[in-house]
């Protein structure tokens, strides 16, 4: 069973000093990883942190004597990177979200910087009894998969090094998928942000854990204690994965893994441009065939919310009537892709968090190209599209990699695997 979602620590005691520390750490993230980053940031933090400060003078709770002691430490920790920030779940041992920008490489800018012979190293500033162990993956049969692909992060030694921390890393399937579909899902949205000369792709990457349907109710509560009746409304879902390790410093193995890809112009990343492009996908972590169309595993924004329990960049979407733009791409979307062969390939956890559009209010078809970026559908003019109605959502070929081995390799002729996670 998954452990429960704690509350957010109070203002008191002695966290005060660490809800400052996270203001300032949000202030670094701008110049680290751009606009888009900073709201995603300073949404989970410093916003949460005025609204409790807010409610701290309405309330005088906050300040209880309970709170001699102090209250709970939160049960996560951020660490900013030099190419990705991630926040690290202590409860699963797992980053709860990772964020990244993929932008195009500049000229005369060269990423030769090889991940032969880098190993996976513990974050040291996550306490040991709340992190993940290199231990824990020897012999589990799952493979160490990075959530910011070390591919995209080659700029320099250290950056390419960080992205082996294990605060980087969640357990995945190997063979058919972190190492053939992941990789191809990887390689496409990294060509989303750096095939064009004037977007960069902001990229939020975790894991889930979603739930399973309970086929038989009684071998889960004993048959119930409605006089040896089953309950009119029985619970019809549990949760249910592996974990790595051994108790209680476990690491919890993923059920699914999500991506949400905002595209947006380089220039004017926080405020600006009408050519956006955002798409939400959730994929099993399991071997999935590799003919399975990437649009397969789309998924409503929101709807990835509210099974991740967090927003993703938030202020942005909701300016400029953005939010409302997606809703409306993702309606057509939906209604199209009934329509695609493997679109009801995902199994039941997945379509949890698909819409049910009803054939009598399905949006007409229509024709989207990549120069629809502003205007998709009936001359509409919109700020943002869904990432799969422009691009078709093509991953590249198997094992695409392979194309690459005569022109990667390093100075002693191994190949570097650097297209690969």
Request: hydrophobic residues 35%.
């Amino acid at each position: 069973m998954a452990p429960r979602q704690r509350a957010p620590p109070l203002e008191g005691g002695g966290g005060g000093s660490l809800w400052w520390r996270r203001s300032a750490l949000s202030f670094l993230i701008g110049a680290t990883v751009g606009t888009l980053g900073t709201y995603a940031a300073l949404t989970l933090y410093n916003g949460g942190r005025k609204r409790r400060e807010e409610s701290s003078s309405e309330s005088p709770s906050v300040s209880s004597p309970l709170l001699r002691l102090g209250a709970p430490t939160p049960a996560e920790t951020l660490s900013i990177k030099e190419g990705y920030i991630t926040c690290v779940d202590h409860r699963t041992r797992n980053p709860k979200w990772v964020l990244e920008r993929i932008q195009r490489r500049k000229e005369g800018e060269t990423a030769n910087n090889s991940r032969d012979n880098i190993p996976f190293y513990e974050d040291q500033a996550i306490p040991r009894h709340m992190r993940s162990k290199l231990e824990d993956y020897a012999g589990s049969g799952y493979d160490r998969g990075h959530m910011a692909p070390a591919s995209n992060h080659k700029a320099t030694a250290n950056e390419l090094k960080e992205t082996f921390s294990l605060s980087n890393i969640a357990p995945q399937v190997g063979r058919g998928f972190n190492r053939d579909y992941w990789a191809r899902f990887e390689r496409f949205v990294t060509l989303l942000g750096r095939s064009r000369t004037n977007t960069e792709a902001y990229v939020i990457t975790g894991p889930l854990y979603l739930p399973e349907p309970i086929k038989n109710f009684s071998s889960v509560s004993g048959g119930g204690n409605n006089n040896g009746k089953p309950p009119p409304n029985p619970p019809r879902w549990q949760m249910r994965y592996p974990c790595l390790g051994h108790a209680p410093w476990l690491t919890s193995v993923p059920t699914h893994f999500f991506k949400v890809v905002a595209v947006v112009p380089a220039l004017q990343a926080a405020d600006g441009g009408d050519a956006a492009l955002v798409g939400a996908f959730v994929i099993p972590n399991a071997a999935i065939p590799p003919d399975t169309p990437l649009s397969a595993f789309a998924v409503p924004l929101n709807a990835l919310e509210s099974a991740a329990g967090m927003q993703f960049f938030a202020p942005w979407l909701d300016g400029k009537n953005r939010r409302t733009s997606l809703e409306m791409a993702e309606k057509r979307w939906f209604a199209k892709r009934r329509e695609l062969p493997g679109s009801k390939d995902r199994g039941a956890p997945v379509q949890l968090l698909l819409p049910e559009v009803p054939s009598s209010k399905r949006t007409p078809k229509t024709d989207a190209t990549p120069s629809a970026l502003t205007t998709v559908g009936h001359d509409t003019p919109l700020r943002v599209a869904h990432v799969c109605e422009v691009t078709g959502c093509t991953l590249p070929r198997e094992k695409f990699w392979e194309d690459f081995k005569k022109n990667d390799t390093n100075s002693k002729g191994s190949s570097r695997k650097s297209l690969r996670s």
